[in-house]
T-cell receptor
Framework: EAAVTQSPRSKVAVTGGKVTLSCHQT?????MYWYRQDTGHGLRLIHY???????EKGDIPDGYKASRPSQENFSLILELASLSQTAVYFC?????????????FGHGTKLSVL | GQQVQQSPASLVLQEGENAELQCNFS?????LQWFYQHPGGRLVSLFY???GTKHTGRLTSTTVTNERRGSLHISSSQTTDSGTYFC???????????FGLGTRVSVFP
């Protein structure tokens, strides 16, 4: 079974502070993603990456940065955390083969900004 | 962008009953996937099914791409099936999946 590990599992941050969420995958997948989930919403794509040292904006990138220093690691950075960024954050990885591009998710990080 | 609509929003079942969850999407170019979210939050991939029918255990995924719809059939439901089911699609121009709002399933003994 593919493995995606997120840390921390939960975090409380202060408004204006810097937050870094980390993700590590052992699937040898090229693609990695950061999604956020809010009550009443599905998952929304923040940033993604398809190769090390490169990141791309997703659908809701404002207020977030991403970093992909290696194929295995993908971080999400909130430089100035705000109340509206309270949510559960999921990292995922996938392959992009012709027959299969299933997404494998980490356990999620519950972020509370106070 | 891609739109994904799921129905019903919630579903209550008695153990042993069957259920069908619907997913409608706005584009004919899809990479439809189904996910299950445990009550504790963990997201698990169920199916990658761009077209046709796939089975795993008591679950069946059917995607009719040219009609822009998919369905997930749960047969002989069990209490452990309780949770939220999401469908998600990606068209040829998008890099990430667009998710529906989910169907919350509750199965009682």
């Amino acid at each position: 079974e593919a493995a995606v590990t997120q840390s921390p599992r939960s975090k409380v941050a202060v408004t204006g502070g810097k937050v870094t969420l980390s993700c590590h995958q052992t699937n040898n997948h090229d693609y990695m993603y950061w999604y956020r989930q809010d009550t009443g919403h599905g998952l929304r794509l923040i940033h993604y990456s398809y190769v090390a040292d490169s990141t791309e904006k997703g659908d809701i990138p404002d207020g977030y940065k991403a970093s992909r220093p290696s194929q295995e690691n993908f971080s999400l950075i909130l430089e100035l955390a705000s109340l509206s960024q309270t949510a559960v954050y999921f990292c995922a990885s996938s392959d992009r083969g012709i027959s299969n591009e299933r997404l494998f998710f980490g356990h999620g990080t519950k972020l509370s900004v106070l | 962008g891609q739109q994904v609509q799921q129905s019903p929003a919630s579903l209550v079942l008695q153990e042993g009953e069957n259920a069908e969850l619907q997913c409608n999407f706005s584009s004919t170019a899809t990479r439809l996937q189904w996910f299950y979210q445990h009550p504790g939050g963990r997201l698990v991939s169920l199916f990658y099914n761009p077209s046709g029918t796939k089975h795993t255990g008591r679950l069946t995924s059917t995607t009719v791409t040219n009609e822009r719809r998919g369905s997930l059939h749960i047969s002989s439901s069990q209490t452990t099936d309780s949770g939220t089911y999401f469908c998600a699609t990606r068209n040829n121009y998008a890099q990430g999946l667009t998710f529906g709002l989910g169907t919350r399933v509750s199965v009682f003994p």
